[in-house]
């Protein structure tokens, strides 16, 4: 159990529809990670947030948009939803604000599947 | 435009031999590289990773090698064991500036058989 809690575990959606997917980092942890995995895929890096502040940015599409809160989840939002997006979408938690020695620990994903 | 590639995705060895895992890169600017193991319905688990200043190096059963000339590196798993099976991950980052902006590869499917 890597201590990283994501939510929902699957999301069945129709096209055009908007979903929110949440993260909980690991006690401690500040930072936490988006990333898509479509399929056959690597992980493709969407964005990063640092105690609440945008600290990087990927591949990220204008539809989707994260932010942290204050007890430092995360929710991922995806709108205008197409059948490209189905993906698993991976939340990821570190300490610290993105040092290269403190390996991510990643919540088990949501399975999007857009119809 | 894939700057990780893992170029095998999958091999089968048998239990107790050695397994190899291989990785390329493009990115001349990556410094740091890590492997991630991911079960099926589970998020990947970091395995073992290597700076650019080594060639190697091991965690157990498990040695990364780094060939930064030919900007390639090798996952060694000896010996090999059922439990092992997974799906592998390559990634990599700059060190300056990229924090754990990791650029992962496609992955290779190891099966471990008895």
């Known amino acids: 159990d890597s201590g990283v809690t994501q939510t929902p575990k699957h999301l069945i959606t129709a096209t055009g529809q908007r979903v929110t997917l949440r993260c909980s980092p690991r006690s401690g942890d500040l930072s936490v990670y988006w990333y898509q995995q479509s399929l056959d895929q690597g992980l493709q890096f969407l964005i990063q947030?640092?105690?609440?502040?945008?600290?990087a940015k990927g591949n990220i599409l204008e539809r989707f948009s994260a932010q942290q809160f204050p007890d430092l989840h995360s929710e991922l939002n995806l709108s205008s939803l197409e059948l490209g997006d189905s993906a698993l979408y991976f939340c990821a938690s570190s300490p610290a604000g993105g040092t290269w020695d403190s390996p991510l620990h990643f919540g088990n994903g949501t399975r999007l599947t857009v119809t | 435009d894939q700057q990780v590639k893992q170029n095998s995705p999958s091999l089968s060895v048998q239990e107790g031999r050695i397994s190899i895992l291989n990785c390329d890169y493009t990115n001349s600017m990556f410094d740091y590289f890590l492997w991630y193991k991911k079960y099926p319905a589970e998020g990947p688990t970091f395995l073992i990773s290597?700076?650019?200043?080594?060639d190697k190096n091991e965690d157990g059963r498990f040695t990364v090698f780094l060939n930064k000339s030919a900007k390639h590196l090798s996952l060694h798993i000896v010996p090999s064991q059922p439990g092992d099976s997974a799906v592998y991950f390559c990634?990599?980052?700059?060190?300056?500036?990229?924090?754990?902006?990791?650029?992962f590869g496609t992955g290779t499917q190891l099966k471990v058989e008895l």
């Open positions: 290597i700076s650019s200043i080594k």
């Open positions: 947030y640092y105690n609440g502040e945008e600290r």
């Open positions: 990634a990599a980052s700059p060190i300056t500036g990229g924090g754990n902006k990791l650029t």
